[in-house]
């Protein structure tokens, strides 16, 4: 996702990707869209999830600078300027109050965030060039993800290999482990 060229205020997106086909007569009734990749897709079919849908929550904001905040902004002790961060704080909710909304659209218990993007700027009013908006946009992308088993597989591999000789050590604790 990045700026079009031609305009910057839109955004552009690219989807790169490979169409996989279960092997089998269990798979998903709708196809998904998903930013995980191979490894990541892997270790969460492992851990009992699958991927239900890619989302988007999109959200800007525009608050034109007035009097209050100009004495906030020029003030001589450093101090927070109010209707800047309310600005930010109701575009972030705006974002995921989105993406919460799509997550229960596509039927999903949770989401995995692949990115959270947040720009703050001033621009010049078209009516009066000597007066201030700021305008804030919060992007959010991820996975929506359902629970399809209620626990979760055990790991196949080992993902730590000590390799000095702490590693009967480990097996014993990962035996005790596998016992309880």
Known sequence: MAPFPAASHCLE????????????????HHPFTSH?????????????WVPVGLLVGMSVGVRHDDYRTGLQRYSWSNQEV??????????????RTQVRQQVAKLGGDGMILADNTLRVWEEHCL????????VTENVLYGTAVARFATAPARPRTLTVMPLNGDGDRLRRRLARAARR
Not at 13 to 28: D, E, L, Q, S, Y
Not at 36 to 48: E, H, I, P, Q, V
Request: net charge positive; aromatic share 6%.
């Open 127 to 134: 009516n009066n060039d000597k007066q201030t908006d700021h």
């Open 82 to 95: 109010a209707g800047w961060s309310e600005l930010v704080g109701r575009v972030r909710a705006d974002a």
């Open 36 to 48: 995980l990749d191979g490894a990541g897709f892997a270790k969460l079919l492992t851990a009992g």
């Open 13 to 28: 997106f690219k989807v790169i990707g490979t169409a996989v086909r279960a092997a089998g007569g269990v798979r998903p």
